[in-house]
Nanobody
Framework: QAQLVESGGGLVQPGGSLRLSCAAS????????MAWYRQAPGKQRELVAT???????NYADSVKARFTISRDNAKNTVYLQMNSLKPDDTAVYYC???????????????WGQGIQVTVSS
């Protein structure tokens, strides 16, 4: 069964760090573009970072220079290293996997269940 399972969230103080992991199973991981999204209370879900199957990365302006997305195809896992965390980073973080047959045709998309990250003193 195809699924994404996030781990590594929790409570951290401002300025601290967390590393989120997302383990994929049931998919050919290497062909998927992986991404992290987040949704803060009362706000819409936003894209945080992406990493393509060629390991090209993109980041939201709000997290550039603080967050790093990476993937380990041997472990079927994508990571989000979060440094210099701010209270505004508090959100539920979701792992996303997308396989696009073409740039405009979606083959398959999966979402993790979400994991809470709380940045507070």
């Amino acid at each position: 069964q195809a699924q994404l399972v996030e781990s590594g969230g929790g409570l951290v103080q401002p300025g601290g760090s967390l590393r989120l992991s997302c383990a994929a199973s049931g998919i050919t991981f290497s062909i998927f573009t992986m991404a992290w999204y987040r949704q803060a209370p009362g706000k819409q879900r936003e894209l945080v970072a992406t990493i393509s199957r060629s390991h090209s990365t993109n980041y939201a302006d709000s997290v550039k220079a603080r967050f790093t997305i990476s993937r380990d195809n041997a472990k079927n896992t994508v990571y989000l290293q979060m440094n210099s965390l701010k209270p505004d980073d508090t959100a539920v973080y979701y792992c996303n996997a997308k396989w696009e047959i073409t740039t405009t045709t979606l083959g398959r998309e999966l979402w993790g269940q979400g994991i809470q990250v709380t940045v507070s003193s």
